[in-house]
Structures are given as C-alpha cells and as structure tokens.
C-alpha cells in the first residue's frame, strides 16, 4: 500500500534524528569546489575575450580586403565599395572556402554555432576538439568579411565554449564541470563583444546551461566580468549602439509595446518557417553540401546589390534604426532582403551568427509600426522591436530584455522592454513546438526540453512514496517456500521484486530478489536452501526522512532497485519498503499538479 503522508516513524523519532536531518538537508548543493571553478573561469573569461578580439579584427581585415582593397584591421562596412555588380563575386569566394574548411577540416563550423554548443553539452559530455576551437572563428570572419549576413555571437559563443571545453579537457573534472567551463567561455566572449555582460549570464542560464545552480552560475558570472572588463583595453567601452534616452514609458506607450512584441513574434516564426523552408531546399540538391554555401553566396551578392546594407554584421544599420534615421519605404527594402538572404544563406549551411540579423529585422518591424503608434517615435519601437525578436526566436525574453538595455544603456525603456519580449516569447511558444536553435537539433534526431524546475525528487521524502507494509519473510523460510509464495500471487510478497528478511526478533536480517532465488533454484532443485543463503546479508537501507533524491543515487552508486526503510535511530527496524514501482509513483504527483483541474 502506497502511503501518501508521512510514515509514521517520522513523528516517532526523536530530536537526533531530526538534527540529523536539518544537517544534511540545504538550499543548494554546491561545495567549496565552486571557488576551484570560479579561479578557472578568470582565465577562460580571459581566453574568451582574446577570441572575441581576434575573431572581430579578423572580420574588420578580411572585410577591408574584399570590399575596398586595403590591408587594415580598422572598423569597416561593405558599403560604399566600388566593386559594382562584381561584388556578387566577393561573398561566393568566401563560401568556396567555408565549404573547404568545413569539408576539409570539421564539418561542426557549419551553421550559427549555438546549436553545436548545445549539442556539445548535452550529447559530447561538454568536450570540443581544438579545430573547432580554431576553424570556428576563421570560417565565420570569412563568411561575415565577405558579406555575409550574420552577426558575431553564435560563432563566439561556439569558440568561446570551445576553449574553455579545451582548457578544461586538461583537468581531472567532471562533465558536469566541463560544461560550466564551456559555457564560461560562451559568456565571455559574448561579453566582450557586445559589452553586455549581465545579458551574457542570463544567456547562459536560459539557453545554455540547462540548469540554475550556484556551482555554474557563479563561475559563468565571473567569467563574463572578466570578458567585460577585459573588453576595454581590446576593443573599447560600452554601450556599442549609444543613444539619447528615451522618456518614462506610460501606459499607453506598454499596449503599443504588447503590439510590438505580437508582430515581432509573429516575424520571427515567420523567419524559422523560411529558414529551414531554405535548409530543406539545400538538401534536395543533387551535388555535395560543400557547395551549397556558394549557391547562397550567389543571391547574398544580388541582396547587396539591391540594398548593401543587408550585406555583413550591420552595426551601423542597426544604429541608424535605433536612431530614427531610417523611415518609410526604406525600411521595408532592408526588412525583406535582409530576411531573404539571411535565411538563404544560414539554409545553405554556412558560418555565421543570428543575432545582428534578428536585431535588424526586429528594429525594422518596430521602427515601421513606430510610424503609425502614437507619438511616432520610431527609434523607441526599433528598439522594442529588437529586444522582442531576439526574445521570441532564440526564447530567451530575459536576455533580450537586458541585452537591449545594455547595447543602449536606455534604462527608461525597460517596462517596455519587458512587455514586447514576453509578448514575443508567447506568441513564438504557442506558434512553435521548436525554436530556430532546437529545430536543427530535432532534425539531427536530438531533444530537448527548455524549462527549468525543481527536481521532484529533492523535494520528496523516502516516506512520502514507500509502502508502509514491507514485503518480509523468516529468515529460515525455505526458497522453494518463497517461490511457491510468490507463484500463489496471493500475498505482498508476490507483488514485489524483492523480499526483506528479518530474524525471530523480527529485526533487519537481509533481502532477496527475484534474481537471487533463481540463481538458488538452478543450483539447488530440492529448494532447501534458506533465504538467507541465498539473499544478502546486511543489505544498504534508506530512511523515512531521507530526500528520495538521495535515495536514488544511492540506488544508481549500488546497482540495485530497492531498500529496506528502516528507522533512523534502530536501523534493524523495518518500517517500509521502498522499489522503483514506489519511486515511480512520485511522478503521479506531478502529473495531478499539472493536470487534474478542480475547486480549491
């Protein structure tokens, strides 16, 4: 019988034991290792802040070769190149050698990066080979110096993770810790690309991590601090898109939020929609995906031709919408060829990121509503739009919030920040199963869940789920006896897989499984053998107050399915039983809390 309060040795103990357990029992489960972690993250923030330097002079050199024919390492943009229609030449030649990296050298530099760091943490036990590390940052300053039109974080974030999995790989450590130091790395150097430190936490909670603990929170944190601060002396301070602050935002001003964020969101499944419609057409091409990225690359330069500035990461443009300065039917232009060549050429496969694009496109939709919403202010609404784009694609309105107020340092804007990107983010849950990064996962095979909760387990005690009634023989009972009991299947011992044995004081003596009996029917036929022989003696035992959390790793440590629950102050007294059928039945709980409606 399943008991659904607390067993009653509980109440029945005496203080000792419940010391015991306040001793045992805390808000997280985090050790002093965390400081290890934390003293190794302050070298892979600083790694991660090298790699976002070098990877964005790369991308400032190769873009200053291919459009104006100059060796600098100075900031430049396609625009206003004297190529004319041969510029549709420039990205082609650098999907050539994308496609040869990737063929050549490691076909995981394919793509925005984001989802390889996913699928690294939660399928390659967090471990990344050096090429990557290497050829992940070449590739994408080709692809985006030569025009394409991506951002810089996916390959960041993916280079960034891939040294701090390297310089982790050198330690004896754990996955679990692994992964901590890749996201690290993540988070640095996005940091210091965008000077967005806090956003690059919050990135790594809601996206990458997979979890809210204090053993990776912590160490992720110091490594962003440490990307950010090292970001001044490499690359200059913040915020990288300034502007004129915006006044308090009103009430008003939060419903043209909300409707902001609905058309945001409705763009940006719109985008997933096209992008992989793209992917889809690619793999229908009876040629090998080496070339794909120069069959793209083809209609980049057409793109560029119509509007160049679709073409590269896009900064300027970006700022130019959170300024105003671009209205009326220009808007659409960039809007609609900047959504078709980026999805064209992230479909083909090619390197490069896509949060510049989202906060083009999203600052377009908002600064084109923005015409039309009370007070015409269409900086603001870009801005909104934007933060509600990112929120709604990549599902992480948090980061979105905060990484528009950091690009911005517009803190006035927040409410409104805030309405927009939850607004996305729900129009994009209840659109799509699937978000632009877990779709190229779900076509690989692959899984995953993005919300966070407590474990159940935690918060279960051994007594909550055990039967109060334990399945118990004598000692000296026979095995032929037993499977004869068990045959009849009218008694508890039939009903589970394994049987506790108790002595004539009816204390703990040992248990036997199923296995066990007829591992001792096969040696002996005639059944005389005891229980006891053949079962095992002093068997590992839980406790009713136990967390069930730590019962099962106790389980998992030992290789067996089920415990004696015996008292805590008398652990030769047996006062339930706990199998996995038990364990099971905790998630009963879950599912009546989540589905079964009823007046309170």
């Not at 396609?78 to 190529?83: N, Q, R, S, V």
């Not at 040294?163 to 790395?185: C, M, P, Y």
């Not at 209609?299 to 300027?316: A, K």
């Not at 009849?488 to 003596?509: C, F, M, P, W, Y």
């Amino acid at each position: 019988m399943q008991s659904n309060c607390t067993a009653p040795a509980i109440t029945a103990s005496n203080g000792t034991a419940n010391e015991r357990v306040r001793e045992n029992l805390a808000d997280f489960s985090t050790d002093r290792r965390v400081l290890v972690l934390s003293a190794m993250a302050v070298v892979v923030g600083s790694i991660g802040a090298l790699s976002a330097y070098v990877l964005l002079t790369l991308i400032n050199f190769i873009t200053n070769v291919a459009f104006h024919q100059r060796l600098s390492f100075l900031p430049t943009v396609p625009e206003g190149h004297h190529l004319g229609y041969w510029v549709i030449a420039v990205p082609v030649v650098g999907a050539l050698l994308i496609g040869l990296l990737a063929r050549y050298g490691s076909e995981k530099i394919r793509g925005h990066g984001i989802p390889e760091a996913l699928e690294a943490i939660l399928l390659g036990r967090s471990r990344i080979q050096l090429k990557v590390a290497l050829l992940k940052p070449l590739s994408a300053a080709i692809s985006i110096g030569t025009g394409g039109p991506f951002g810089a974080e996916g390959p960041i974030i993916m280079t960034g993770g891939a040294f701090g999995s390297i310089f982790a790989q050198q330690f004896h450590l754990s996955a679990a810790e692994r992964k901590t130091l890749l996201v690290a790395g993540a988070a640095a150097g996005m940091a210091a690309v965008f000077a967005t430190p806090i956003a690059a936490v919050l990135l790594a909670v809601e996206l990458l991590l997979f979890e809210w603990k204090p053993r990776s929170f912590i160490p992720v944190a110091v490594a962003a601090i440490i990307g950010s601060v090292l970001r001044v002396p490499l690359l200059g301070a913040g915020p990288i898109f300034a502007i004129t602050a915006h006044s308090a935002v009103t009430g008003t001003a939060l419903l043209s939020a909300a409707w902001i964020g609905i058309l945001a969101g409705a763009g940006s499944s719109l985008l997933t929609m096209l992008v992989y419609a793209c992917e889809d057409a690619f793999q229908k091409l009876p040629i090998h995906w080496m070339w794909w990225p120069a069959i793209g690359a083809v209609l980049i330069g057409v793109g560029g031709i119509i509007d160049p500035r679709v073409l590269g990461v896009g900064y300027e443009t970006i700022h130019n919408l959170l300024r105003g300065e671009i209205i009326g039917t220009a808007i659409i232009t960039l809007m609609l060829v900047k959504a078709i060549v980026w999805s064209i050429a992230l479909g083909s496969g090619t390197s490069g990121g896509v949060l510049a694009p989202l906060l083009m496109m999203g600052g377009a939709i908002g600064a084109l509503a923005g015409q039309w919403l009370p007070g015409h202010n269409t900086g603001l609404w870009a801005l909104v739009g934007m933060a509600a784009m990112m929120g709604g694609t990549m599902r992480t309105p948090l980061t979105a919030m905060i990484f528009a107020v950091e690009l911005t340092h517009d803190f006035n804007v927040l409410p409104a920040l805030l309405v927009g990107c939850v607004t996305a983010f729900g129009v994009t849950v209840l659109a799509m199963k699937r978000s632009i990064l877990t779709e190229k996962l779900a076509r690989r095979g692959q899984h995953i869940t993005r919300e966070y909760s407590i474990d159940l387990f935690e918060l279960m005690r051994v007594g909550d789920v055990m039967d109060d009634e334990a399945p118990m023989v004598s000692h000296s009972t026979r095995i032929s006896e037993l499977s004869d009991m068990i045959g009849k299947g009218d008694s508890l011992v039939a009903s589970r897989q394994g049987t506790i044995i108790v002595d004539e004081q009816n204390r703990l003596a040992g248990i036997i499984t199923r296995g066990d009996l007829l591992q001792a029917l096969r040696k002996d036929q005639t059944g005389k053998t005891t229980v006891l022989e053949a079962g095992t003696r002093d068997p590992l035992v839980t406790y009713p107050d136990e967390p069930l959390h730590a019962a099962i790793s106790k389980m998992l440590q030992a290789n067996i399915g089920r415990f004696p629950v015996v008292e805590p102050e008398n652990p030769q007294h047996v006062v339930g039983y706990l199998g996995r059928a038990a364990i099971l039945s905790a998630r009963m709980r879950v599912h009546e809390e989540e589905n079964v409606r009823q007046k309170g």
